[in-house]
């Protein structure tokens, strides 16, 4: 992992330095030395694997920040809020993102959602005005209430849901999660009925956490003494990780052969805008914040702003290790620590 760390900084630097992030669409990528780590294989996801029941859990739990394997510092335990697909003592890092909804297009789902904490909180979807997708959306949820929600999904893509009540206080001390919606299962592997194919998909559910103004304050005093002036993250998650982590998370690379076409469905849940640098290979990206695009132009840097949302498709071109990586050194960062941010493994074999 040394070895990844010292051509990571460079990289880093070169990025930084040259400016990369305009999203540059015409010089070639060098190819970058593999890390000594490899992740596990990438399952393939089952075809029309979608649910018609879920049951979410509004509590209290645990994101366990990990060491950085280059400095051995860097770990803590983060106390969240989050939509848990688990009701007691869920474990460290399976409370943040909330438990991804799996529907099919025009099937309903049935979600149940339980409010486990002191306080009334609530099941919304951040864009369900421009998709009507939810077929009713009853809220708040009394403490110790179950509501269930009934959604027919009319439009595929990714949908982010949250609980947005106390100016997205709530939504920032972990509770948002997304719902991923698939064309009719028989249509096999495109992102909507005539829309393009791909070989797999990975979900990237992005966010950044300010411990300090805001988890602590509202754990420990209520939501009420939370200062939304005085939000200034200091974690920056993917899919509910750490930078090394989520980089040997076999769920969130991108890996594949040469030519297999990986669909990215990527949503921002934080309060920063993000922009996400790809190296191996351009991407075209598809769909932005639901809307579908005409033409799929090919970039190396999306920036997906706060509760918004993005599709691109990600060929494999080339053998080898390439980071994912967002463009501001902060969001790098995990509690201070260097590469402990936003950021993901891609891999060509
Ligand atoms: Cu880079």
Redesign the pocket.
């Known amino acids: 992992m040394i070895k990844f760390f010292q051509y990571f900084t460079v990289?880093?630097s070169?990025?930084l330095l040259s400016a990369?992030g305009g999203g540059d669409t015409t010089s070639p990528i060098q190819p970058d030395p593999p890390p000594e780590q490899e992740p596990a294989p990438v399952p393939t996801p089952p075809p029309g694997g979608t649910k018609s029941d879920y049951s979410l859990f509004i509590q209290q739990g645990i994101v366990s920040i990990k060491n950085s394997p280059d400095t051995n510092f860097g770990a803590k335990d983060l106390s969240v809020w989050g939509f848990s697909s688990v009701e007691s003592n869920p474990a460290g890092n399976s409370i943040v993102p909330g438990t991804i909804i799996n529907a099919e297009l025009g099937k309903t789902v049935t979600v149940s959602v339980k409010n486990n904490l002191a306080t009334p909180h609530e099941f919304s979807f951040v864009q369900a005005s421009a998709n009507n997708i939810v077929a009713s959306s009853p809220n708040p949820i009394a403490v110790g209430a179950t509501t269930t929600y009934r959604i027919t999904p009319k439009t595929a893509g990714i949908y982010l849901y949250s609980d947005a009540m106390n100016n997205g206080i709530n939504q920032s001390l972990g509770l948002y999660g997304v719902m991923i919606v698939r064309p009719a299962a028989k249509l096999g592997n495109v992102v909507w009925s005539d829309g393009p194919g791909f070989t797999k998909e990975v979900t990237w559910v992005i966010a950044d956490l300010d411990y300090k103004n805001y988890n602590l304050v509202a754990i420990n005093n209520g939501v009420t003494n939370v200062k939304t002036a005085n939000y200034k993250a200091n974690y920056f998650l993917m899919n509910g990780m750490n930078g090394f982590q989520a980089m040997g998370d076999p769920n969130t690379t991108i890996q594949g052969t040469i030519d297999e076409i990986v669909l990215v469905r990527i949503a921002n849940a934080g309060q920063y805008s993000q922009s996400l640098?790809f190296?191996g290979n351009h991407f075209q990206v598809i769909s932005r914040n639901g809307v579908r695009l005409t033409e799929f132009e090919y970039q190396d840097t999306i920036n997906i702003k706060p509760n918004q949302t993005a599709m691109v498709l990600y060929t494999i071109d080339q053998v080898g290790h390439y980071?994912m990586?967002v463009h501001t050194a902060q969001m790098e960062t995990g509690g201070g620590v260097y590469l402990n941010g936003t950021a993901a493994m891609i891999i060509g074999k």
Do not use: K, T
């Open positions: 990289s880093l070169f990025v990369c640098h190296h980071p990586h």
